[in-house]
C-alpha cells in the first residue's frame, strides 16, 4: 500500500489526524511522509492523479479525501 492510501485510510479511522488535516492539510500532509507530488494532488482534488499516486482500488478511498477538502 501506498504512503498515500495509507494517509487516505488513516483519515477515515483517525480523529485527531483528521482534525489536524481540516486545519492544516499541507503540513499535516507534510509531517505525515508525503511528497510534494501527492500532497499538490491531494490539494487540488484531482482524483484521477490521486488515484494513479495512490493506487486506489475503489472510489471509495477518493471520496473520503474529496469531503475532508470540501469541509
Not at 25 to 43: C, F, H, N, Q, R
Not at 52 to 66: E, I, M, R, T, Y
Request: proline share 1%; charged share 30%; glycine share 4%.
Amino acid at each position: 500500500m501506498s504512503k498515500l492510501l495509507d494517509y487516505i485510510n488513516e483519515l477515515d479511522s483517525n480523529a485527531d489526524l483528521l482534525d489536524a488535516h481540516k486545519k492544516d492539510p499541507e503540513s499535516t500532509m507534510k509531517t505525515y511522509g508525503l511528497s510534494d507530488e501527492e500532497i499538490a494532488a491531494v490539494m487540488s482534488g484531482d482524483s484521477d492523479k490521486i488515484r494513479a499516486l495512490s493506487g486506489a482500488n475503489s472510489d471509495q478511498d477518493l471520496v473520503n479525501v474529496v469531503q475532508v477538502q470540501q469541509k
